[in-house]
């Protein structure tokens, strides 16, 4: 079998010693020598597959991992970027515990990496057929991987998604490696999410990547550091220990870990002790070093000698090397650890998965002020880049401009035929975009107060409209399942995207304009490559419709809200959404209808049918306060540029503007 490298191939498998695509003619040879037999994995990065070495009489497998990076982005830099990782792997892939790098080149316009493939199974994989670890071997693995992490941490590089799956076991050292012992079999693979730390960049922010059950909560924030490695590995060992989804190994009221409650059997206290610093969920209070931590575990031995460099491989084909302890399952235990009820919510530090949620104690922020004047539903508020005005659009037709210094209203925009369903200003503030219902785009003139243009194309109902970054592009989507966008120096299509099976209800540009998200009434989020003009991902996102969703101001994160009563975060990376939410926050069972994110990134607001707004934090998932007001709906919510104010509007015709006193 052999496999075509071409990702427009539309039949990529072909019989085995094939030299070129029988589908598409693309050679299907790397550097004349490597050949693909299968993929085995997808991500932001690109493509991996497995393959074999020909130029090797004993034709020894290896993996490829096919680099396709943004092409929004500058290809110059990318190849730049390229090179340093493959310098950076070619580094640690000296390591007898992290794969080595083969080769790294570019074909066909793609850029690859070949490594060295690791035959064996991952810590999941063995905690799904032998049952939970115990704490000898727990003591194991962080002996044989702190070396390692210290390792890569020296050479400046973060892993950033430690978790069991990264983590394999060799089933057996190849020849060459006969120094080969039962301390160094655990291998930690995958690099691809691995990030190069120079000059100062230590304390920039950078991409939010990583497991959610594994990522330690600086991390979500975009500010990896090497503590954060530690942390994962931490969350690593619990998840061994218990085989339960470390989602539900913290306990969000308590505010900890609460691990230990899930032990089937007894666990040494030193063991335990560490593990409970590796978590703590203030990088200040963690470990900063693997070091400290390998000091910790071997009260008696020198971190020098731990740190000493790696032996020189030395042949030795006779000797065997020991087989590593098998691990014995447990008694399953008879209990249900007390603390659990059937309103417990437990959850990571940056995953929240609750079912009920207590009223706040406390409230900050207050409703300063309320807005009257349409005649039906508010069905969407938003501020100016400025502040000093706010826009709402409304089934009366009419579109509300409202001087916020004065708190009243300033003019009123008509010509809509019918509810004006969602406005949006560009980010200079010089025009306001509206649809509508009777199946239009208008484009009004803020610097005059007036209708400037229309956009006619969409068959049905236009639902939402959003601007580009840079304000020269129009997205809108609606009733006929269909987004259309609109060059605005020419007034008229662009083009259009079609994928979504039924209603597009909210569409969002990521902040370098080059991705488009849509939420659907077909329960799914998809992103879009606006350079390409067309789809890049799909998520099944809920269980019901996804009716509003928004990118954080850094573009990290796209939360979404549904009928299904949930609000999901979304960590974005490479085109693509880690396929599982870094917070799903619900609220008892009442429709999402709007969400919105503060400008500095720490919450998310959310208006539901049952007419209250809650705000989320966004690193926790804690519900930090529930606004009560309106008497109906609240279709709409929107954060002022600053942050300082919060506008609903809603299905009881009024706006209302929340802020925190002093």
């Not at 050479?155 to 160094?184: Q, Y």
């Not at 503590?227 to 969350?235: H, P, R």
């Not at 209708?451 to 970054?469: I, Y």
Request: hydrophobic share 35%.
């Amino acid at each position: 079998m052999s496999y075509c490298l071409n990702p427009q191939c539309q039949n990529p498998q072909n019989p085995e010693g094939t030299l070129y695509c029988l589908a598409c003619g693309s050679k299907l040879l790397l550097r004349e020598r490597y050949r693909p037999i299968k993929p085995i994995g997808r991500g932001g990065f690109g493509r991996t597959f497995f393959a074999v070495d020909e130029d090797k009489p004993s034709h020894p497998p290896c993996v490829i991992k096919q680099f396709m990076p943004q092409t929004t982005g500058d290809p110059k830099k990318a190849a730049e970027l390229f090179q340093q990782e493959a310098v950076r792997l070619d580094e640690l892939g000296k390591h007898p515990q992290i794969p080595e790098l083969l080769a790294h080149f570019e074909q066909d316009n793609y850029q690859y990496l070949v490594q060295e493939f690791i035959d064996g199974f991952n810590l999941a994989q063995e905690l799904t057929k032998k049952g939970p670890f115990n704490d000898t071997q727990i003591r194991q693995i962080l002996q044989e991987l702190l070396p390692v992490l210290q390792f890569i941490h020296e050479h400046k590089v973060i892993h950033r998604d430690i978790k069991p799956e990264n983590i394999i076991r060799r089933i057996s050292p190849p020849e060459t490696t006969g120094w080969m012992t039962n301390n160094n079999q655990l291998v930690l693979v995958d690099f691809g999410a691995a990030k190069v730390i120079t000059g100062t960049s230590l304390m920039q922010p950078g991409t939010i990547i990583g497991s959610p059950e594994y990522v330690a909560p600086e991390q979500v924030r975009g500010h990896a550091i090497f503590a954060s490695d530690i942390y994962s590995l931490g969350v690593t060992c619990i998840y061994l220990l218990t085989q339960i989804s470390p989602f539900d190994l913290f306990d969000v009221m308590k505010d900890k870990w609460v691990w230990r409650d899930y032990l089937s059997q007894s666990i040494n206290s030193m063991v335990a002790r560490i593990l409970d610093k590796m978590l703590v969920t203030n990088p200040k209070m963690r470990y900063q070093s693997a070091a400290d931590v390998i000091k910790e575990l071997n009260p008696n031995q020198t971190v020098a000698t731990i740190s000493t460099p790696i032996p020189t491989p030395t042949k030795t084909p006779t000797r065997t090397p020991t087989p590593p302890p098998t691990p014995t399952r447990p008694p399953i235990p008879t209990f249900q650890p007390s603390r659990q009820t059937n309103n417990s919510m437990t959850a990571p530090p940056h995953v929240v998965q609750p079912t009920v949620i207590p009223e706040p104690q406390k409230s900050t922020w207050k409703c300063v002020l309320t807005l009257t004047g349409h005649f039906d539903s508010v069905n969407s508020v938003a501020f100016s880049p400025n502040g000093e005005t706010l826009a709402s659009g409304s089934r009366d037709k009419t579109i509300e401009i409202w001087d916020m210094r004065q708190g009243k209203r300033w003019y009123t925009l008509t010509g809509h035929g019918d509810s004006v369903q969602r406005v949006a200003f560009s980010a200079n503030g010089e025009m306001l975009a509206s649809g509508s219902r009777d199946k239009t785009i208008e484009i009004w003139d803020m610097r005059q107060g007036k209708r400037w243009f229309t956009l006619m194309g969409h068959s049905d109902w236009v639902d939402t409209v959003a601007f580009s970054p840079d304000g020269q592009v129009l997205a809108s989507g609606g009733r006929d399942k269909t987004i259309e966008v609109w060059n605005l120096q020419k007034a008229k299509r662009w083009f259009t995207l079609v994928g979504h099976d039924d209603r597009v209800y909210s569409v969002a540009f990521h902040k370098n304009g080059g991705i488009l998200a849509s939420g659907s009434r077909d329960n799914t989020i998809k992103l879009w490559d606006m350079e390409k003009a067309k789809e890049l991902f799909s998520v099944k996102a809920h269980s019901d419709w996804v009716r509003a969703i928004a990118f954080s101001a850094d573009g990290g994160i796209l939360a979404s809200g549904s009928r299904d009563g949930t609000i999901k975060l979304w960590q974005v990376y490479g085109g693509e959404l880690i396929s599982t939410p870094v917070q799903n926050l619900k609220y008892g069972m009442s429709d999402v209808l709007s969400v919105a994110f503060s400008p500095n990134g720490k919450i998310v607001a959310g208006g539901y049918r049952n007419g209250i707004i809650n705000l989320w934090d966004v690193l926790t998932g804690e519900l930090l306060e529930t606004l009560k007001g309106h008497s109906s709906d609240v279709l709409s919510v929107a954060f002022s540029r600053d942050g300082s104010s919060l506008a609903s509007g809603s299905n009881d015709k009024t706006i209302k503007i929340w802020q925190v006193p002093g």
